[in-house]
RNA sequence: GCCCCCGUAGCCCAAUGGCAGAGGCAAACCCCUUAAAAGGGUUCCAGUGUGGGUUCGAGUCCCACCGGGGGCACCA
């Protein structure tokens, strides 16, 4: 055997194995239904194409490889697909500065990550590759479009909007962070704008309780973001009369039972409805405020130490139960979007109320008992529980039975009812941009919005480029009059296009459903295909999504429930969310210069030591600083592994009996692999590694100084090792696996199993402890009972030299323990 | 301001309430080698952020604080 037979070079073996699985393609999942293997979806968030595949990718699409690589081995028909989220502002941005069209930029991205996703080994069915820039595919996302439009779920208003002023668009809720562009990072506006919205607020319910199913498989920091987001909240509608105005105005409020200890009223004053309350002599008043306000920016505005600012309506709102007369006042405090716009305001338990009520020397009434200081005094709201006061019929009770009392009042005096609300607001889908699906929407002045005939469909995006799609406030599309203005599809008169496109989360709210058959040219899916592959078993991907994609994808899947097509209410049953690949501390960026390449991480240590590093750096949920891991000392692993497996290979045949070998080293063989099993099932990939690293050294020692790299035990774990680390380095241990007289490929060599015969230990060692110091040990039986156990350790000299007469108690916990309290 | 997660050798990380160390990095040394690299091996290193508590027994459970990270923050 030549040394150089051994030497482990990792380009090589990637050259030599990359075209070799191209033409096997192994890891095609099979619509076969009469295929009997048990099937497994594993999902990765699918990348966008902005450039080449990046360090995240690597950690992201390595992890998941590893899930996807372990079920392939255990037997499961899996699919593991893999697109492009392709449409967006990068791509247009980018063709505008290069005056060309963003298809270029973005399918000559898609391609460089394709090459480097082939190279960096990961199982894809590359057949069922799909990205949501086609026409066919967004084709889809236009018909299903329509379907919400039919069911009322996609509807036009006008209203006050996000605005990114550096995008030059429109954004949705979930789409600002910390009033700024979750995108650019711009500080985000408000404008006045009509806009098509997705009624996810219908589903609020749903999207919350529906969370149950999902409790134990995804990270409690998601569920928790996302029940913040939704913000379920339980109170009432109070109505009040408005002097001099027919209509009464509902407020909501979470306190009914403070109801007698409202002093004021409050509008938000951008809402229409303070003008319509306002008394015409203060009308001025309002418009300056108001003015004033506008000022403001968000960040500014939302400050929650921003001293209250507000101006008096002249009128007084009549409190139902009380017929107290309080003054009605506009502010920005108050949210036009949220309830009704409106509150009543209970400075004593509120302390926005009582900043209000303090700035404008508002009385402040204790209305709840709370044995705290007076908030008039203290200027520290008290909104704890306590005994009702002053509140006549409410007196002496408690706060929710305070609650349950009011609302019947209210419902028998016919002024208000329980009531729930919710954060969520609809989700705003249009967008001034060129790069997405056209809204297929057609304006008639006779019919309305009429939506393009199913037949009609894809709208394909007009031909435009470079400074066609700069920016200007009104999208791009309207500029191309010849796409712009068609027939109505109804009446045939003449009629203009929706110009506006859809925000890019559409298209990945479904493209898993897609993944199922992603040639169908009939419908957006296959319903039986995914029937048999949905829902996703386990979903990867980062914490970023946790309410945007996530939630997104949630409402779609199940509007296409109650729509018949699909038959689970959620998506994704398990999700795992990677941490992040950092540099020195700090997340890498171009203005730090800690930036890492990942393809040259790739070109110095190959591709199975990257991504061992990976996966051995941490647990997957951790972020990884490349400057406290070695891929150096992982490629030095992977040549110690590579060796054993070629040593081996070299010195047996495949075939050999096992049971001949040597017993010590196939009991630590049998018991890495029923450890590494375990430990790849709960996802602690790390550990994995490490109990592979340990087989390694043992087959390592038994080569050069036990039986020998003959010994079919030698063998024996040298195959095993191959195909657990197979998982993380692929290429590595496809070549062992052929030096081990296997042919292509490890993919399908199926999952070790592990001989219970040879986990089972002859003798443990059992502490024996005085007072909780180790003062002997035992070798026992492992099937020792209680009271032997007891007897032998109290029958040690060494224990008795400890013990001063009989002991208080005797703690046994056969076979590993005893304590001994004297 | 409120809520959640995390603090274990110089570093990254393990440890069903039961002997604090599995694995790796770094360091030192030995073997191999003409030499170096590669390779093989040995050794060094913390009492678990701090202070209480529960327990026969706490890195692990509870409370408070310190430090780091994250989420929410006029939603009535």
């Known amino acids: 055997m030549a040394v150089s037979d051994e030497q482990y070079d990792p380009q090589a073996l990637q050259e030599k194995w990359q075209a070799r699985w191209e033409a096997l393609d192994p890891f095609r999942a099979s619509e076969d239904p009469d295929d009997p293997r048990p099937r497994k979806y594993l999902l990765d968030m699918f990348p966008y194409p902005s450039g080449d595949l990046h360090m995240g990718h690597g950690e992201v699409f390595a992890i998941a490889d590893v899930i996807a690589r372990y079920w392939f081995q255990r037997g499961y028909n899996v699919l593991h697909p893999i697109g492009w989220d392709s449409f967006g502002l990068p791509a247009e941005n980018a063709a505008i500065r290069r005056n060309a069209h963003p298809a270029e930029w973005t399918y000559a991205n898609i391609e460089t990550q394709a090459t480097s996703f082939r190279r960096y080994g990961i199982s894809f069915d590359w057949s069922r590759r799909l990205h949501t820039s086609d026409p066919e595919y967004y084709r889809w996302n236009q018909w299903l479009f329509n379907r919400f439009f039919e069911r009322g779920l996609a509807y036009r208003r006008g209203g006050l909007v996000n605005w990114c002023p550096q995008d030059q668009t429109v954004l949705a809720n979930e789409q600002v962070v910390a009033g700024h562009c979750e995108r650019c990072g711009a500080e985000v506006i408000r404008r006045e704008l009509t806009q098509w919205y997705f009624k996810i607020t219908d589903y609020a319910d ?95 505005r939302l400050a929650t130490d921003k001293e209250k600012t507000g101006v008096f309506l002249g009128r007084y709102a009549v409190n139902p139960v009380s017929g107290e007369r309080i003054p009605v006042w506009a502010a920005d405090y108050v949210l036009s979007d949220y309830g009704h716009g409106a509150i009543m305001a209970v400075p004593a338990h509120d302390q926005r109320d009582l900043d209000f009520a303090l700035k404008f020397g508002l009385p402040v009434r204790v209305v709840v008992h709370t044995g705290l200081a007076d908030p008039g005094e203290s200027g520290v709201a008290t909104p704890g529980e306590g005994t009702l006061v002053n509140s006549g019929p409410l007196d002496g009770l408690a706060k929710t039975e305070a609650i349950t009392r009011i609302v019947e009042i209210l419902r028998e005096r016919g002024t208000g009812d329980a009531a729930v609300n919710f954060r969520l607001r609809d989700w705003l889908l249009s967008r001034q941009r060129f790069w997405g699906t056209p809204i297929p929407i057609i304006h008639c002045a006779d019919c309305g919005e009429v939506p393009v005939p199913d037949d009609q469909l894809p709208v394909a995006l007009p031909d435009l480029r470079g400074e066609a799609l700069a920016p200007k406030g009104v999208s791009p599309l309207a500029s191309a009059t010849d796409w712009v203005n068609v027939d109505c599809p109804k009446c045939g008169g003449p009629a203009r296009r ?325």
């Open 498 to 822: 929706d110009t506006d496109t859809m925000d890019t989360f559409v298209d990945s709210s479904w493209y898993f459903l897609r993944y199922c058959s992603p040639g169908d040219e009939t419908a957006p899916f296959d319903v039986e295909r995914l029937k048999r592959w949905g829902p996703i078993d386990q979903y990867v991907g980062g914490v970023e999504h946790a309410v945007l994609h996530l939630l997104y994808s949630r409402f779609f899947t199940k509007v296409l429930y109650d729509m018949g097509l699909v038959g689970f209410t959620e998506p994704f049953l398990r999700l795992l969310n990677q941490g992040q690949v950092i540099n020195r501390g700090k997340a890498m960026s171009k203005s730090l210069g800690n930036g890492v390449d990942l393809g040259e991480q790739i070109d110095a240590f190959g591709v199975d030591a990257v991504r061992l590093t990976m996966i051995f750096a941490g647990p997957p949920e951790d972020d990884i600083d490349w400057a406290d891991v070695s891929p150096a000392a992982s490629q030095k692993f992977l040549a110690r592994a590579f060796r054993v497996m070629a040593e081996a290979g070299a010195a047996s045949a495949p075939g050999a009996d096992p049971a001949t070998g040597d017993t010590e080293l196939r009991k630590v063989a049998h018991r890495t692999i029923d450890e590494v099993t375990r430990l790849v099932e709960s996802h602690r990939f790390n550990v994995a590694v490490a109990r592979m690293m340990e087989l390694t050294s043992a087959a390592r020692r038994a080569i050069d100084s036990g039986p020998g790299a003959a010994d079919p035990a030698v063998r024996e774990a040298a195959e095993a090792l191959a195909v657990m680390l197979s998982l993380v380095a692929p290429y590595c241990a496809e070549e062992g696996w052929e030096r081990l007289g296997h042919g292509p490929t490890i993919a399908r060599a199926g999952w070790p199993v592990a001989d219970p015969a040879l986990l089972v230990q002859e003798s443990v060692t059992c502490v024996v402890q005085v007072a909780g110091k180790v003062r002997d040990r035992l070798e026992v039986s492992p099937e020792i009972s209680e009271d032997e156990l007891r007897t032998l350790a109290l029958a040690s000299d060494k224990v008795r030299a400890h013990l001063d007469g009989d002991p208080r108690k005797v703690i046994v916990r056969a076979p590993k323990l005893v304590n001994i309290v004297p």
């Open 206 to 300: 749903r999207l919350l309780d529906d969370m149950a199913e999902v409790q134990d498989g995804w990270p409690e920091r998601v569920l928790t973001m996302q029940r913040n987001w939704i913000g379920r909240s339980e109170g009432a509608d109070v109505r009040f009369r408005i002097e001099g105005r027919d209509e009464p105005v509902t407020v909501y409020t979470t306190r009914p039972d403070t109801l007698f200890g409202a002093t004021f009223f409050v509008v938000a004053a951008d809402a229409p409805l303070a003008e319509e309350i306002c008394a015409p002599d203060h009308l001025d008043a309002l418009i300056a405020y108001r003015a004033e306000v506008a000022k403001l920016s968000d960040i500014e």
